[in-house]
């Protein structure tokens, strides 16, 4: 993408007014019927970023282990999409948003924000809602990339960079490892939602 690394550098858009924002997308009364499958973390996040975008400080997800809209299913306690995708966006994405700049194409949407815990750090959230065709993306240097895709798009088993996400031993949770992303283009593939993690941005804005 064109003028990834100047993006970073543009524009911070520090959050003025505290608001709280109630997740229900009238889910919490079957109003998605996807709202326990990989589908649904498209939805998720991208709403996630929307809201920080128009200054949205915090938001609450209302239900975490009853009916299927929530993160947990409610026999097993089983973490289901949207639980694995909170988990990264918190890891991830810090409090101060960034302007990510345009997408290429309207099935790709793209947020900044400073990354968690890294003074001049960038993270970078890439959904690319295209079920069919592959998406390049140019990195302006080498990231941290965690990428979730899921065999159905209707399962609740996800992926991260190829590797099921599951709990361990007594209900551990797993290490979320990231891949060596170089500088330079790199894909996204069809139907899939990628964190990138640039710790050496240098961001002005989030030190």
């Keep these: 993408m064109r003028g990834l690394r100047s993006q970073f550098d543009n524009l911070s858009l520090p959050c003025t007014e505290r608001r709280l924002a109630r997740e229900t997308a009238q889910t919490a009364c079957g109003g998605d019927r996807w709202a326990s499958t990989f589908l649904d973390s498209f939805r998720y996040l991208n709403q996630l970023?929307?809201?920080?975008?128009?200054?949205?400080?915090?938001?609450?997800?209302?239900?975490?282990?009853?009916?299927?809209?929530?993160?947990?299913?409610?026999?097993?306690?089983?973490?289901?999409?949207?639980?694995?995708?909170?988990?990264?966006?918190?890891?991830?994405?810090?409090?101060?948003?960034?302007?990510?700049?345009?997408?290429?194409?309207?099935?790709?949407?793209?947020?900044?924000?400073?990354?968690?815990?890294?003074?001049?750090?960038?993270?970078?959230?890439?959904?690319?809602?295209?079920?069919?065709?592959?998406?390049?993306?140019?990195?302006?240097?080498?990231?941290?990339?965690?990428?979730?895709?899921?065999?159905?798009?209707?399962?609740?088993?996800?992926?991260?960079?190829?590797?099921e996400l599951e709990l361990g031993a007594a209900d551990t949770l797993p290490e979320l490892k990231s891949e060596a992303a170089k500088q330079g283009p790199i894909t996204l593939a069809p139907a899939s939602i990628t964190f990138l993690a640039f710790p050496k941005a240098g961001n002005a804005s989030c030190q």
């Design 49 to 163: 970023g929307d809201l920080a975008k128009r200054g949205v400080q915090v938001q609450m997800h209302n239900t975490l282990a009853s009916s299927d809209y929530g993160l947990l299913d409610e026999n097993t306690y089983t973490p289901r999409p949207n639980y694995w995708a909170a988990l990264l966006w918190r890891k991830l994405m810090g409090t101060t948003v960034l302007d990510a700049g345009s997408s290429p194409k309207s099935s790709l949407h793209l947020y900044a924000h400073c990354l968690r815990d890294h003074s001049g750090g960038v993270a970078v959230l890439a959904i690319h809602a295209d079920r069919t065709g592959t998406q390049s993306l140019d990195l302006p240097m080498a990231a941290e990339r965690y990428s979730l895709t899921a065999p159905d798009l209707m399962g609740t088993h996800v992926q991260l960079n190829g590797s």
